[in-house]
T-cell receptor, first 111, second 117 residues
Framework: KNEVEQSPQNLTAQEGEFITINCSYS?????LHWLQQHPGGGIVSLFM???GKKKHGRLIATINIQEKHSSLHITASHPRDSAVYIC?????????????FGKGTKLSVKP | NAGVTQTPKFQVLKTGQSMTLQCAQD?????MYWYRQDPGMGLRLIYY???????DKGEVPNGYNVSRLNKREFSLRLESAAPSQTSVYFC????????????????FGDGTRLSIL
């Protein structure tokens, strides 16, 4: 069993829909990292959070440490949101910064 | 705003050839990482360097060597390329230090697409 599991693997939405991507982990973590990878291949950091909720524009990330679960929400989705979204757990202690990655969720937003 | 720069962006090698992937960051980060990304799998850590002068193996180090040339640069070498090393390679960096700084995100380069025939 993978230590970091994402669901769904693939997600197709219509423009304007509210989107949720889930991430569950089985290891002790210091923080959880959400990343975005566009079709061109580059990887961009969206959020790093260790508790509660963070918001940036139309993106919201939440984490429940007790339940070992995090969600990434996209409000009013747009075709430019189409990308692979990756969650990664920062190992407990975090001094080396080593991440354990999920396999990613491929999001496609149709106009 | 260069961030993390990887060269080359694309490369095709023949089995048995050697090659060095270059990575440089201009953010004065202590830690640097090399990953590979394969279809259907998450990013996997090949090697990392927690600070200048140190390197450590990650999850999939076999067939690779690394050099932390200075604080800015961290290179990945394939001594004798094999088809199984066909992948997209990413370099990343982050600031570290005391526990206070531990929850800092990694910053990624744009990747190197490597094909080995």
């Amino acid at each position: 069993k993978n230590e970091v599991e994402q669901s769904p693997q693939n997600l197709t939405a219509q423009e304007g829909e509210f989107i949720t991507i889930n991430c569950s982990y089985s290891v002790g973590i210091s923080a959880l990292h959400w990343l975005q990878q566009h079709p061109g291949g580059g990887i961009v950091s969206l959020f790093m959070l260790s508790s509660g909720k963070k918001k940036h524009g139309r993106l919201i990330a939440t984490i429940n440490i007790q339940e070992k679960h995090s969600s990434l929400h996209i409000t009013a989705s747009h075709p430019r949101d189409s990308a692979v979204y990756i969650c990664a757990a920062l190992n407990y202690g975090g001094s080396q910064g080593n991440l354990i990655f999920g396999k990613g969720t491929k999001l496609s937003v149709k106009p | 705003n260069a961030g993390v720069t990887q060269t080359p962006k694309f490369q095709v090698l023949k089995t048995g050839q050697s090659m060095t992937l270059q990575c440089a960051q201009d953010m004065n980060h202590n830690s640097m990482y090399w990953y590979r990304q394969d279809p259907g799998m998450g990013l996997r850590l090949i090697y990392y360097s927690a600070s200048e002068g140190t390197t450590d193996k990650g999850e999939v180090p076999n067939g690779y060597n690394v050099s932390r040339l200075n604080k800015r640069e961290f290179s990945l070498r394939l001594e004798s390329a094999a088809p199984s090393q066909t992948s997209v390679y990413f370099c990343a960096s982050r600031t570290t230090g005391s526990t206070f700084y531990s929850n800092q995100p990694q910053h990624f380069g744009d990747g190197t697409r490597l094909s080995i025939l």
